[in-house]
């Protein structure tokens, strides 16, 4: 969806809750070399090392720190859209601050579901975000039924066999 915003015109900026990789996660992502290929699609990381529940030493408290700094930022970009005309390009250049037309919280509905997110603060984000701003949130294996009734579109991606599920680590191209 990103990609064909940008493809578009339109301005597209990507926050990723709760990714900050694992031992068997290289620094670099391929979506962020593909992001830095494609004009007006910027992205931020707002995890740290590790994986939010997992048993992979990172501190559940920090992910929660993370959680709550990330949704700040996001309070920030829908306040800046809220500002701007929506209704017109913006250079692919420009901070995301300048505005943008679609905004991805990636991961956010884990955030919700590890109870690291109100659901409440969430839904009103949902509610304030301008009618012209693309809002896009993913995540979660439970449906965020407290969503639907403020939502225009929701569709479901969902596993049903995994290479982890059997122990294989995270694999480059596929999960990173």
């Given at each position: 969806?990103?990609?064909?915003?940008?493809?578009?015109?339109?301005?597209?900026?990507?926050?990723?809750?709760?990714?900050?990789?694992?031992?068997?996660?290289?620094?670099?992502?391929?979506?962020?070399?593909?992001?830095?290929?494609?004009?007006?699609?910027?992205?931020?990381?707002?995890?740290?090392?590790?994986?939010?529940?997992?048993?992979?030493?990172?501190?559940?408290?920090?992910?929660?720190?993370?959680?709550?700094?990330?949704?700040?930022?996001?309070?920030?970009?829908?306040?800046?859209?809220?500002?701007?005309?929506?209704?017109?390009?913006?250079?692919?250049?420009a901070p995301p601050e300048e505005g943008v037309h679609l905004l991805v919280l990636d991961?956010?509905?884990?955030?919700?579901?590890?109870?690291?997110?109100?659901?409440?603060?969430?839904?009103?984000?949902?509610?304030?975000?301008?009618?012209?701003?693309?809002l896009v949130l993913t995540g979660g294996h439970e449906e965020p039924t407290y969503l639907?009734?403020?939502?225009?579109?929701?569709?479901?991606?969902?596993?049903?066999?995994?290479?982890?599920?059997?122990?294989?680590?995270?694999?480059?191209?596929?999960?990173?």
């Open positions: 969806m990103a990609a064909r915003a940008a493809g578009h015109g339109f301005r597209v900026h990507l926050l990723q809750f709760l990714k900050g990789g694992a031992d068997s996660v290289e620094a670099v992502r391929g979506e962020y070399n593909a992001i830095a290929a494609l004009p007006g699609l910027t992205y931020e990381n707002l995890g740290h090392y590790g994986w939010a529940g997992m048993a992979d030493g990172s501190d559940d408290a920090d992910h929660a720190v993370q959680v709550e700094a990330g949704f700040e930022r996001t309070r920030e970009l829908v306040d800046c859209a809220a500002g701007a005309d929506l209704s017109t390009p913006f250079d692919f250049d991961e956010v509905l884990y955030a919700v579901s590890m109870g690291l997110l109100d659901p409440d603060d969430l839904v009103a984000l949902v509610e304030d975000a301008p009618d012209d701003l693309e639907l009734e403020h939502a225009d579109l929701v569709t479901e991606v969902r596993k049903s066999k995994h290479p982890m599920d059997v122990g294989q680590r995270a694999r480059r191209g596929t999960e990173y």
